[in-house]
């Protein structure tokens, strides 16, 4: 990308140029997918319908912020929280897992699609996630990559090019909130791979709390690549003078240029004793946190 | 406890004294049970058998270290790696796992015990096991606690009024090598309460090689209370272009005084890193290692 100006400007005209009918553009909220959305309405205005879709799966208060930020576009909101969590009942196989969010993701999607006699579909496809895609590492990041069985007229992927730090430029210059052109990047399956084995409604609320309180505590100041809580078991522990049985959150924060490679932060003991300290003290039922120290290569970014 | 000379004398004497027949004692290396081994023989002599229990789930080296340590003793070294598989098959509940391996332990000991026509046990326990038994926090930790079929005409407990410093110090006063003397606690069940889940050679295996290089890496140069490695599931991973799909290794290093609190140790980073770096790079099938930073409460210095 040589100038950011020219890059947008370049990008709308071309989503012009080959959309004529009404578009749909999957809205997660990520940095990728909200720049299309940007992008593609400035291109189309109300021949865009981006559909936003609470998987259960989302962060403490995304929906709500997503709702806040794209709320003047033509949004669509769906509540699928219990269609994810039936879909991923009994799997603890992180593909299948991935699988299920993803053919539960696409469905609902494509049901919104036919309503709406969508004839474009928008992706925020970046850079990265082509080259990974041919490896197999990433086997559901976002919608791309799914079959569809929506006869779709064009697939349009307006940031195909970029690297996310440049995407983060694009998003920074379309005048989207810090929140956004700064987010971490987050998996399409949401906080399902943050959670080893089974998905439940327990595990899910445990990891969205510790998330919180990683990035509460991680974000501003440290300002990595990506950071967040899993869950990757359970453990012993100790509380008062009883043995309990409670989770092991795993907190990982990274460094990164494209998320292809990635290292470790090496933090300051103090912080992390503090984010130990407020998960295990916070979140009943914790009785451990662990610090990733592994880089990418041979660990994955998530766990999964 | 006033002085190490008087102490030792003291326990031969009531040793001696509350002692007339066959004695047996579970030497597990430990420094607690060693120490007794020690006191017992300069009292009884070959009245005393150690018997040293083989449950396969040791550390590296450590059978053959035991032998060459205590091979000047009426030593008995039992091989009984199968069973304590065998009784640890399907099991994933930790207090029934320590179940499983504390009844395997009592089964062989026992069946010895009839055989030497053994009249006196004699027990490791130090002051804050009994503390700790009262509370229900360790439901195993060596033999006693465990009922006994054998009916002993008495057990003796030599070190029960001690606390874990001045074990050692009546070790390296008893001339024991600094390998005992300096020894990390290490608990009954070996190496199943390092592993999270099911008991499988495979897991006992990698478990017991990535407990051997963190204690290469930290035994020396940071003096841990106790420094180990666990296995506590499986994750996601990248090796050359693919994804995989392997174990997620928990570093552990605790300062403590006694065992009944403990916080994590503050370790440099460049030892993290290499201590990550040798676990993923010489044992196959590993893709992440992570740090435990919680302390003792709320986490437990093992993980079970």
Redesign the interface.
């Known amino acids: 990308m040589v100038n950011v100006d020219k890059f947008i400007e370049k990008a709308i005209q071309q989503i012009k140029d080959e959309i004529n009918g009404p578009a749909i553009i999957a809205l997660s909220g990520g940095v990728d997918s909200s720049v299309c959305a940007v992008l593609a309405q400035k291109a189309l205005g109300e021949l865009l319908t981006p559909i936003y879709i609470d998987t259960g799966l989302m962060r403490k208060g995304e929906t709500q912020r997503i709702k806040e930020i794209f709320g003047y576009m033509n949004l669509l909101t769906i509540n699928s929280k219990e269609r994810f969590l039936n879909a991923l009942k009994g799997l603890t196989d992180?593909e299948e897992k991935r699988m299920a969010v993803g053919e539960a993701f696409i469905r609902v999607f494509e049901e919104e699609a036919k309503e709406l006699n969508a004839r474009y579909l928008i992706q925020g496809t970046i850079y990265p996630d082509r080259i990974e895609s041919e490896?197999?590492?990433k086997?559901h990041h976002n919608v791309g990559g799914l079959p569809s069985v929506v006869d779709f007229d064009s697939i349009v992927e307006p940031i195909s090019e970029l690297y996310k730090d440049e995407v983060r430029e694009v998003a920074q210059a379309l005048g989207l909130p810090k929140e956004i052109f700064s987010r971490m990047p987050f998996p399409g399956p949401g906080l399902s791979v943050r959670i080893?084995?089974e998905v439940t409604q327990d595990k899910v609320d445990v990891v969205r709390e510790a998330n919180a309180i990683v990035e509460e505590e991680l974000l501003e100041p440290f300002k990595p690549w990506q950071t967040f809580a899993a869950i990757?078991?359970?453990?012993?522990?100790?509380?008062g003078?009883?043995?309990?049985?409670?989770w092991?959150i795993?907190?990982r924060a990274v460094e990164s240029r494209d998320g292809m490679t990635a290292g470790p932060m090496?933090l300051p003991?103090n912080v992390?004793?503090k984010?130990?300290s407020r998960i295990?003290s916070e979140i009943p039922d914790?009785?451990?946190?662990?610090?990733?120290?592994?880089?990418?290569?041979?660990?994955?970014i998530?766990?999964?």
Do not use: C, M
């Not at 990757?232 to 509380?239: Q, Y």
């Open positions: 992180p490896g197999g590492i086997s080893i084995g990757i078991g359970k453990g012993t522990g100790v509380k003078d009883q043995r309990i049985h409670g092991i795993a907190v090496e003991w992390l004793n984010i130990e295990t914790v009785a451990r946190v662990v610090y990733d120290i592994t880089p990418k290569p041979p660990a994955t998530e766990f999964e």
